[in-house]
């Protein structure tokens, strides 16, 4: 049973831990046709900056910023509602779930190569979004981890467990079909102690 219960008017705060996105950074670097290292990247809902952290050991450049201002020095901005932003070479977020199909429309439309979010696996189910969404734009890869990723409401750990399961959808490119891969088990490897310094809240 997948659970991740937010009210409607919630930040939707489940930072993601920084392995997973290592996870997603390492699968683009082995098919990119240009290298991470020398494009652009954009984190709209940076939280505290779990996920900027490690885009940046990756990409050349990496802005982030935040409806809500959690601390971290990020920008505060709309993305969905402000002006749009300036186009990058990749867009990467863990959106609010309720405003993820939003953020994916305009995470393409100002995106040169690709987006990426990592979303709980039930969100590819719902004949609404399946009409909306994947019918007519599909995700060129959903990358479905094979390692539970737990996010806790409010703060980054490195211990807990969660019933629910997480993938990247990933679009990149104009492909109308959506191909299938599995996230081998990486947490150990991507995974580093200085993650969670100082991450408690």
């Given amino acids: 049973m997948q659970r991740r219960v937010e009210a409607h008017d919630s930040l939707d705060d489940f930072p993601t831990p920084p392995w ?10 082995g098919r990119q046709m240009r290298r ?22 990756y990409f ?7 409806i ?6 990020f920008p505060q901005a ?4 402000g002006p749009a932003p300036a186009s990058v070479d990749w867009t990467i977020t863990n959106p609010p779930f309720r405003l993820a199909e939003q953020f994916i429309e305009r995470m393409q439309a100002t995106s040169r190569e690709g987006c990426a979010v990592i979303v709980r696996a039930a969100f590819l189910e719902g004949q609404g979004r399946y009409e909306r969404l994947f019918a007519a734009n599909p ?28 993938a990247w959808l990933v679009w990149m490119g104009d492909s109308q079909s959506t191909r299938l891969n599995w996230i081998a088990p990486c947490r150990k490897r991507l995974e580093r102690a200085s993650d969670y310094a100082g991450a408690a809240a």
Avoid: I
């Avoid at 997973?20 to 670097?29: D, G, I, Q, V």
């Avoid at 094979?146 to 997480?166: C, D, F, I, N």
């Fill in 68 to 73: 809500f201002d959690y601390g971290a020095g």
């Fill in 20 to 29: 997973a996105t290592r996870a997603l950074c390492e699968w683009l670097s």
């Fill in 139 to 166: 995700p060129s890869h959903v990358l479905q981890f094979t390692e539970r990723v737990v996010m806790h409401k409010g703060r980054l750990a490195p211990e807990g467990s969660t019933a629910t399961a997480y």
């Fill in 36 to 57: 991470l290292e020398t494009l652009s990247c954009r984190e709209p809902a940076a939280n505290r900056g779990h996920m900027v952290k490690p885009l940046r050991e």
């Fill in 60 to 66: 050349a450049s990496v802005e982030g910023s935040d």
């Fill in 78 to 81: 709309d993305y969905l509602f």
